[in-house]
């Protein structure tokens, strides 16, 4: 044999080769992108424009599962929600539908209705379910995409110039206030709460809370009058703050300017240049014991007690029992006469009218003999009052069936 190596023998080489796969790592990656894409295609496809919304507090707000609504329309959805880079917001990014983006103006408001469910505003009761919604209401200026969300219904939607702020030191309890709280006066919102404070005086032992009032000059109708000028004037006709709720006992603290008639006032000093307005002792509950406490108990309880005795006594009276007796005789006295005259009523009707019938009966009789003759002026004469005596007696027969109580108490007249 031959054991020299032979150098046509085929050898096997192994090569490594490279696919287009870069492995499992890059599969989150890659699938991120895919649907980010289908998510970029998708709203390129259905129109619209993507826009941000800070909220200091989004409130139970869910992306996906809040819209945006205008006029009770949804225009819009929540996509999704990150925390602001300096952690005191979150940015919402919003998808607003074609046909509303011609509203996105740097003057629109955005605000999350139901973040404060009140009773006041029956309308926020369904978001302890479903969560808030956020309400648009457009507004003039730029086209922008960056808005800064309110955490409720501005208290004064719109531009209505700047405001003039005011303080008022509160002595009930404030502590449920919160900005933008109305302030109202009869019923009118003519401002809002800015801020609400704490303070304690060591020297005195005093409790205030003070309260930052924002007052708008166009929702007081000054026709071009400075609105310090008529504070002041309202403040010497005794105008004062007190912290109400609405509804009463279980609504939402709001603050009400009022005027009491008869209780001037002289306005306090300004407190770091702040103007103030006085404000009326106690607020809230205790404001409402005040009125009750007011109120003349003893004495309604007093008049009450002498009418319930007044009335008793009339109860009581013999002269009262003496009547109710002789009208239960009289009543049963005309009953017993009305049965016994029944009968005779009804044959008096109907004798009554064979009467009437009769005289009809001469009467034409006569008139036939006659023949119309002018000659017998004095007879036709006679034959009329014979005809209207028939006419009476019929009228008469016809009374008496429909009142038979003429026949007792006689004929009213008329």
Avoid: C
């Avoid at 490279?18 to 709203?43: D, E, K, S």
């Avoid at 719109?158 to 109305?182: E, F, M, S, T």
């Amino acid at each position: 044999m031959n054991d020299q190596p032979r150098s046509d023998i085929a050898r096997t080489r192994a090569e490594v080769r490279r696919g287009w796969w870069p492995g499992w790592i890059w599969a989150i990656p890659i699938a991120a992108v895919l649907i980010v894409g289908w998510w970029a295609f998708r709203t390129f496809m259905n129109g619209g424009e993507t826009i941000t919304i800070s909220f200091d507090d989004v409130h139970g707000l869910k992306a996906g599962d809040t819209t945006v609504l205008y006029r009770g329309m949804k225009i819009g959805e929540a996509k999704s929600l990150a925390l602001a880079k300096d952690g005191k917001s979150i940015e919402v990014t919003v998808h607003i539908v074609d046909s509303a983006t011609q509203f996105l103006h740097s003057g629109t408001q955005f605000w999350l209705q139901g973040a404060h469910p009140s009773l006041s505003d029956l309308s926020t009761l369904s978001a302890v379910v479903s969560g808030p919604s956020i309400i648009m209401d457009p507004g003039p200026g730029k086209k922008t995409t960056h808005f800064a969300g309110l955490t409720q219904k501005p208290i004064i939607p719109g531009p209505h110039g700047p405001p003039q702020i005011y303080g008022v030191a509160l002595n009930g309890d404030a502590g449920r206030l919160k900005p933008g709280d109305p302030v109202k006066l009869r019923g009118f919102t003519v401002g809002e709460v800015k801020d609400i404070a704490f303070r304690y005086d060591a020297a005195t032992g005093a409790v205030e809370t003070p309260v930052t009032l924002a007052l708008y000059p166009s929702l007081f109708r000054l026709g071009g009058g400075a609105l310090n000028s008529a504070i002041d004037r309202l403040i010497r006709d005794g105008l004062r703050a007190r912290l109400d709720r609405d509804p009463p006992l279980v609504g939402n603290p709001e603050l009400t300017l009022e005027v009491a008639p008869g209780t001037p006032l002289t306005a306090p000093s300004a407190v770091n240049g702040v103007p103030q307005i006085p404000a009326a002792p106690g607020g809230g509950v205790t404001s409402i014991v005040e009125r009750v406490n007011k109120l003349p108990l003893d004495q309604i309880a007093q008049n009450l007690l002498d009418i319930t005795h007044h009335a008793d006594q009339i109860a009581a009276s013999p002269a009262l029992k003496d009547s109710i007796r002789q009208l239960d005789a009289a009543l049963a006295q005309i009953h017993e006469t009305t049965q016994q005259a029944g009968p005779q009523i009804s044959a008096l009707v109907e004798r009554l009218r064979k009467t009437a019938g009769q005289l009809d009966s001469t009467a034409g009789a006569a008139d036939k003999l006659l023949g119309g003759s002018p000659a017998q002026t004095g007879l036709q004469s006679a034959l009329r009052e014979l005809t209207d005596a028939a006419r009476s007696v019929r009228d008469l027969a016809n009374y008496l069936e429909r009142h038979p109580e003429a026949l007792i108490h006689g004929r009213s007249g008329g």
